[in-house]
């Protein structure tokens, strides 16, 4: 990844449309990546979803809806994140950020997170798992 947010989602589009793909998920914050001057997210969340929906056509791909999911609790787990703020439901979060920072310091990652099996895979690979 070249963290290019919006124009990386519609170089991916293109790269798998030469590989025969007719549609795309674009999540949120798709390569996004952080100022180094505030710390602040410098493309919105879903500025890679938009622009994806604004060229589909020229490019022959269909964007596929893929709304942010949310953690609500073990008895209904992962529900949209428009869902739970329509419900009032509690979400829990870890950003991928506070994984990483987890998985280095050996502190304990949710279960509801990542399975154990994939932890101790990421922990035994060390960084070189993020390159």
Known sequence: MKMAGPREAIQHMIIRKNYGATHFIIGRDMAGTKSTIDGEDFYGPYDAQ???????AELGMKVTHYENMVYVGP???????SVAKKNGQKVVKLSGTEFRRRLRAGEEIPEWFAFKSVVDILRKAGD????
């Open 128 to 131: 070189s798992a993020f390159c």
């Open 75 to 81: 008895e209904e787990g992962y529900v949209e994140e």
């Open 50 to 56: 938009e622009t994806g929906k604004k060229h589909e």
